[in-house]
């Protein structure tokens, strides 16, 4: 079939809108019409040239929702019709690492995924006999993609697809970040760096949770409000000084657990400094830049702090995904406060412009 997509020519130039092809589904796999996508910082960093990863061409976008068209042999958990969110971090539930328990991170079909190949070790996208490869295992800024039946998550039909997207990657890598990594207690405290999706993301979990203490910290006043409108029950500026002014609000202790996601080291390390002596947690959510490192003074570890890590908020994707869709349905998540523009996937340049101005939270494209 023929499809409209924003392909990724060349690294540090705008993305390229138009027609190429996609083979029908394999064995395992699954053809879905997308209906949104967002726009994710992954998506920029990559068209930018600097992830040392990236290949081209390929067609990018990994925060898709859409409906099911076709099925491949073998598939059985998925049907024409249903609705999915894309997962660039899968769930097969049989490798060593989904069998353990001890992590989301799936090891089924990660080689080929990193090399922008499905599992069999092939593409589906084309331009005459020209390969494409997939993003992530994804590639959602088209309006249809195929995928491997383990990286699809199942969500309820009466949820709108244009705010489930966000579950996909941003929403779900904050919200995961509170209640799978660090398991906010009620009635804790609780500081967020960073107040994008993820960071927002984290507002809302810990309000989930029922942290009794959420300080946020951001420079711009305009998601510092965003962040109040969600459960923050304070909000700092940041800068140099942010850590002091964070001890002196946690009567010189700091917070029960920490949450970084602007992907800037010395933010990160602001936010080890932030946690509390004895027990505080630290979780990392923001990808810092090719060959940066973060420092860390051990006597923050010795006297008992921790810094976890947070890889799609150590969400189970076809586990965890549809359960947060039902409790927004529940009205328990907002989800909806998270989406800022709409655009058509024409515009996708326009989408990363908003992005690189911070202008807005996300931005959702969507699909003729």
């Given at each position: 079939?023929?499809?409209?997509?924003?392909?990724?020519?060349?690294?540090?130039?705008?993305?390229?809108?138009?027609?190429?092809?996609?083979?029908?589904?394999?064995?395992?796999?699954?053809?879905?019409?997308?209906?949104?996508?967002?726009?994710?910082?992954?998506?920029?960093?990559?068209?930018?040239?600097?992830?040392?990863?990236?290949?081209?061409p390929t067609v990018l976008g990994h925060e898709g929702a859409g409906v099911v068209e076709a099925v491949g042999d073998g598939v059985t958990s998925?049907?024409?019709?249903?609705?999915?969110?894309?997962?660039?971090?899968?769930?097969?539930?049989?490798?060593?690492?989904?069998?353990?328990?001890?992590?989301?991170?799936?090891?089924?079909?990660?080689?080929?995924?990193?090399?922008?190949?499905?599992?069999?070790?092939?593409?589906?996208?084309?331009?005459?006999?020209?390969?494409?490869?997939?993003?992530?295992?994804?590639?959602?800024?088209?309006?249809?993609?195929?995928?491997?039946?383990?990286?699809?998550?199942?969500?309820?039909?009466?949820?709108?697809?244009?705010?489930?997207?966000?579950?996909?990657?941003?929403?779900?890598?904050?919200?995961?970040?509170?209640?799978?990594?660090?398991?906010?207690?009620?009635?804790?405290?609780?500081?967020?760096?960073?107040?994008?999706?993820?960071?927002?993301?984290?507002?809302?979990?810990?309000?989930?949770?029922?942290?009794?203490?959420?300080?946020?910290?951001?420079?711009?006043?305009?998601?510092?409000?965003?962040?109040?409108?969600?459960?923050?029950?304070?909000?700092?500026?940041?800068?140099?000084?942010?850590?002091?002014?964070?001890?002196?609000?946690?009567?010189?202790?700091?917070?029960?657990?920490?949450?970084?996601?602007?992907?800037?080291?010395?933010?990160?390390?602001?936010?080890?400094?932030?946690?509390?002596?004895?027990?505080?947690?630290?979780?990392?959510?923001?990808?810092?830049?090719?060959?940066?490192?973060?420092?860390?003074?051990?006597?923050?570890?010795?006297?008992?702090?921790?810094?976890?890590?947070?890889?799609?908020?150590?969400?189970?994707?076809?586990?965890?995904?549809?359960?947060?869709?039902?409790?927004?349905?529940?009205?328990?998540?907002?989800?909806?406060?998270?989406?800022?523009?709409?655009?058509?996937?024409?515009?996708?340049?326009d989408a990363f412009d908003l992005m690189h101005h911070q202008d807005g939270i996300r931005t959702v494209l969507t699909f003729d």
């Amino acid at each position: 079939m023929q499809i409209r997509a924003a392909v990724l020519e060349e690294f540090g130039k705008p993305l390229v809108v138009q027609d190429i092809g996609l083979d029908g589904p394999k064995a395992g796999e699954v053809l879905v019409r997308v209906e949104a996508c967002g726009v994710c910082h992954t998506d920029m960093y990559t068209a930018s040239g600097v992830d040392p990863s990236g290949y081209a061409p390929t067609v990018l976008g990994h925060e898709g929702a859409g409906v099911v068209e076709a099925v491949g042999d073998g598939v059985t958990s998925l049907a024409p019709g249903d609705h999915v969110l894309t997962l660039f971090s899968p769930q097969c539930r049989e490798c060593l690492h989904c069998a353990s328990g001890k992590t989301n991170i799936c090891l089924s079909i990660r080689d080929q995924q990193n090399a922008g190949h499905l599992p069999d070790g092939t593409t589906r996208l084309h331009r005459g006999d020209e390969r494409i490869r997939h993003f992530m295992g994804t590639s959602t800024f088209a309006q249809a993609t195929v995928m491997p039946e383990v990286a699809l998550a199942k969500v309820p039909q009466e949820a709108p697809l244009d705010v489930l997207c966000t579950l996909a990657c941003g929403a779900t890598t904050g919200i995961g970040a509170a209640i799978y990594i660090a398991q906010v207690e009620r009635g804790s405290t609780c500081v967020v760096f960073g107040a994008g999706l993820v960071g927002l993301g984290a507002v809302a979990g810990c309000t989930l949770a029922g942290a009794e203490r959420i300080i946020v910290v951001d420079p711009s006043e305009q998601r510092l409000t965003q962040a109040r409108d969600l459960g923050a029950t304070d909000t700092l500026g940041g800068g140099a000084g942010v850590v002091e002014r964070i001890l002196e609000m946690t009567g010189g202790f700091g917070a029960d657990y920490t949450f970084e996601a602007t992907g800037l080291v010395e933010v990160m390390r602001q936010a080890v400094e932030a946690a509390r002596i004895g027990w505080g947690q630290c979780v990392i959510a923001g990808v810092a830049g090719r060959g940066e490192t973060l420092d860390i003074v051990p006597r923050y570890l010795i006297t008992g702090r921790r810094v976890a890590g947070a890889s799609f908020g150590g969400a189970r994707g076809r586990d965890n995904v549809p359960e947060l869709a039902q409790l927004y349905l529940d009205g328990r998540l907002p989800l909806d406060k998270f989406i800022s523009h709409h655009l058509p996937l024409e515009r996708v340049n326009d989408a990363f412009d908003l992005m690189h101005h911070q202008d807005g939270i996300r931005t959702v494209l969507t699909f003729d």
